[in-house]
């Protein structure tokens, strides 16, 4: 199979969409002749031109507004939020709009839209470039989100994505195009409403999703090595969030670890916490441990930057500490 | 210029008088279904915030009938005498005001949140400004498509001021959008005055930044709004350029059913009661011979009982189902 990075993968996703409909096209900042902020787009307005590759102003509110409006009309459209930074002057769109106009309108008209926000930190951004907001669209009926953390998933899911007809959020990481992982050629078709376990094991669960992912696979690989075998569950559909492969998987384990960059209150851990509490409480041998972001807004300093954002060795404390084996 | 020194030029351009009598008789429909509403309200068959078009009959139909069936319109929250103009069914709409299962909407959407794909109504939304944005979208997808449709954004004088105004005007000349925007400038946003919300007290500057047409008319008078907006259609639907459109006009009643208009003085609202559009294009039809008294009379019966079906419907018509509340949540029930 093919080695790609996810950047390559989310590549070739829209490549393949737009050769499969034309009605596909994608609208966004510098996504066409500066070829993506990310790159993500590269070549992509050379190959499909100028009309399927839509160069905007910078004006977040216009580009999610212009998706829906052109996907009510017919389109299928795929915008770029430059980064999920900026996506907060176009929430009005996101959540009043694309979310809800099938609702309130009776079912009387859908809203196909793909909104891709590359977001996370650890760049040394500071604070207004280094958000994470799955848990804000998460908790939005009308919207789906999706969350994938492999070069596989990247691609299946949002191929799924352009195809599905509802608003998507389809949130990526800054921190991971680079990630490299075999990818399946052409056809490639990953469901938006199932997780996943990506590593097998019977003492802990870790539910993480997007870089965290990378994250607790890692932290899975030590902890084997200090005697302890945990199940990595893969968080990519956040709503609707399928939980079946966590509550099983916990009804195993006993324990369960989640984790997430963005910040810990009213989080993506506090939901997957809750619905474990609801569905598998008796099953569970410790309270759900939560790791997320520190609660501040993100620190400049490289030093102090490190200490907001969960990394390996959090987990593997966390794992030890929930286990008694510290 | 006023209707009276300009009877043979309009004649021309509606030369035809079924044209001018059902304009007539739109703008009647509208008034009577709004009357109707208010009542409704007060007897609390109609929830929720309820804004009536009273006053601005003349602006909505002489825009909204310079449209084909095939074009688009995207309203805010004080849309049912625009949806009536765009030929939605007055029975679906207060079957949807009295939020019952037949509604254009099925009772999810209310008032303010009228919506009928066939006639492309493409709905009432309540956020200020929001639809601006969407009228671009779908004017993207018309050009796109290599479709011969036109977009029209109608929105008041308070929506001027908002950024999604202008990131709109802005893309809609940039991209070339065949998108006519429509400004209704009921001289009010809730209680405050154009004079005390925007620089630009003559709206239709606002086009000026963005290198567009823009117009000014008298919303009173529906003949001069039919004869601007047939010329900006137009120019929309065959050279794809965008126009921004300001219909001054008036506002009878409070913002919504639960203002108590304070902020205005009497006198100013008996002044723009004198002008009356109806009052004032009825004169002419007479004038011009081209209906009597007793058929005006006729029409406004003939009105009345439309609206009163449209009661008698949404009354006797079922609410929405309980087990049907997560219904649409999602296109996909599955995900709902
Ligand atoms: C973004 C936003 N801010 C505030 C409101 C509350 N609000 C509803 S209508 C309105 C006045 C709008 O005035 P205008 O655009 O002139 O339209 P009109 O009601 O006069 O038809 C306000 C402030 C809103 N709905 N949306
Ligand atoms: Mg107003």
């Known amino acids: 199979m093919p080695i790609l990075s996810i950047r390559d993968a989310l590549n070739q996703a829209l490549r393949e969409e737009m050769q499969r409909d034309p009605n596909v096209f994608l609208l966004g900042e510098d996504i066409g002749l500066y070829d993506g902020s990310f790159k993500v787009t590269r070549g992509l307005m050379k190959e499909f031109g100028e009309k399927r590759v839509l160069d905007t102003p910078i004006a977040e509110e216009i580009i999610v507004g212009t998706a829906i409006g052109a996907a009510m009309a017919g389109l299928r459209?795929?915008?770029?939020?430059?980064?999920?930074?900026?996506?907060?002057?176009?929430?009005?769109?996101?959540?009043?709009?694309?979310?809800?106009?099938?609702?309130?309108?009776?079912?009387?008209?859908?809203?196909?839209?793909?909104?891709?926000?590359?977001?996370g930190g650890g760049h040394q951004l500071a604070a207004q470039h280094s958000h994470s907001?799955?848990?804000?669209?998460?908790?939005?009926?009308?919207?789906?989100?999706?969350?994938?953390?492999?070069?596989?998933?990247?691609k299946g899911m949002l191929k799924s994505a352009i195809r599905d007809d509802n608003p998507v959020m389809f949130v990526e990481n800054e921190g991971t195009y680079a990630v490299k992982g075999e990818v399946p050629d052409g056809e490639h078709l990953v469901p938006l409403d199932k997780n996943e376990v990506k590593r097998p094991g019977d003492d802990v669960t870790i539910c993480a999703h997007s870089r965290m992912l990378l994250v607790a696979l890692d932290a899975a690989k030590d902890l084997e090595q200090l005697g302890i075998s945990a199940e990595v569950v893969d968080m990519?559909?956040?709503?609707?969030l399928d939980m079946a492969p966590v509550i099983e998987s916990v009804r195993k384990t006993g324990h369960a670890i989640t984790v997430e960059e963005g910040w810990r209150s009213f989080g993506v851990g506090a939901e997957i916490a809750a619905r474990i509490y609801e569905e598998a409480f008796d099953d569970l041998d410790a309270p759900v441990a939560r790791i997320a972001g520190a609660e501040v807004p993100t620190p400049y300093n490289k030093r102090l930057e490190k200490l907001a954002f969960p990394a390996k060795a959090d987990v593997i404390v966390t794992a030890r500490a929930l286990l008694g084996k510290n | 210029m006023k209707l009276d020194q300009r009877p043979t030029e309009t004649a021309r351009v509606l030369s035809d008088k079924s044209t001018l009598l059902k304009l007539y008789r739109e703008m009647l429909l509208i008034r009577r279904f709004e009357e109707k509403t208010a009542e409704m309200y007060q007897m609390a068959k109609i929830g929720g915030f309820c804004h009536l078009n009273i006053g601005e009959e003349a602006t909505i139909v002489g825009t909204v009938s310079a449209l084909r069936k095939e074009d688009y319109v995207y309203s805010n929250y004080r849309e049912h005498?625009?949806?009536?103009?765009?030929?939605?069914?007055?029975?679906?709409?207060?079957?949807?005001?009295?939020?019952k299962e037949t509604g254009t909407s099925h009772g999810r959407g209310g008032s303010m949140h009228l919506f009928d794909h066939d006639r492309r109504f493409f709905g009432g939304y309540a956020i200020v400004g929001e639809a601006l944005p969407l009228a671009c979208g779908t004017g993207y997808a018309i050009r796109y498509q290599d479709k011969p449709e036109v977009v029209m954004s109608m929105f008041g004088d308070g929506a001027t001021n908002i950024g999604a105004f202008h990131e709109s005007l802005n893309v809609a000349k940039l991209w070339k959008l065949p998108v006519v925007f429509v400004i209704i400038n009921n001289q009010y946003g809730?209680?405050?005055?154009?004079?005390?919300?925007?620089?630009?007290?003559?709206?239709?500057?606002?086009?000026?930044?963005?290198?567009?047409t823009g117009e000014r008319v008298d919303g009173m008078d529906v003949l001069a709004v039919r004869q601007v907006t047939d010329r900006l259609v137009a120019q929309a639907r065959d050279q794809h350029e965008p126009?921004?459109?300001?219909?001054?006009?008036?506002?009878?009643?409070?913002?919504?059913?639960?203002?108590?208009?304070?902020?205005?003085?009497?006198?100013?609202?008996?002044?723009?009661?004198?002008?009356?559009?109806?009052l004032k294009f009825g004169e002419y039809l007479k004038r011009e011979r081209l209906a009597s008294d007793r058929d005006l009379e006729a029409m406004d019966v003939e009105v009345m009982a439309e609206v009163d079906a449209a009661v008698k419907f949404a009354d006797e018509s079922p609410e929405p189902d309980p087990k049907d509340l997560f219904r649409d949540v999602y296109a996909d029930e599955a995900a709902s």
């Open chain 2, 190 to 212: 809730m209680g405050t005055a154009v004079s005390r919300a925007s620089a630009v007290t003559e709206l239709w500057k606002k086009a000026l930044a963005y290198d567009m």
């Open chain 1, 133 to 154: 907001h799955e848990n804000w669209f998460a908790h939005v009926p009308g919207l789906k989100v999706v969350a994938p953390g492999t070069p596989a998933d990247a």
């Open chain 2, 81 to 99: 005498g625009h949806a009536i103009a765009k030929g939605v069914d007055a029975k679906a709409i207060m079957a949807e005001l009295f939020g």
């Open chain 1, 77 to 119: 459209p795929v915008a770029e939020m430059m980064t999920v930074n900026f996506i907060m002057v176009a929430m009005d769109q996101v959540v009043n709009a694309a979310a809800h106009i099938r609702y309130m309108f009776g079912g009387g008209i859908k809203v196909p839209i793909v909104i891709r926000t590359p977001g």
């Open chain 2, 243 to 278: 126009s921004l459109l300001e219909c001054v006009t008036y506002r009878y009643r409070g913002h919504s059913m639960s203002d108590p208009d304070t902020y205005r003085g009497k006198q100013e609202v008996t002044e723009w009661k004198e002008r009356d559009s109806i």
């Open chain 1, 236 to 240: 990519r559909a956040l709503r609707p």
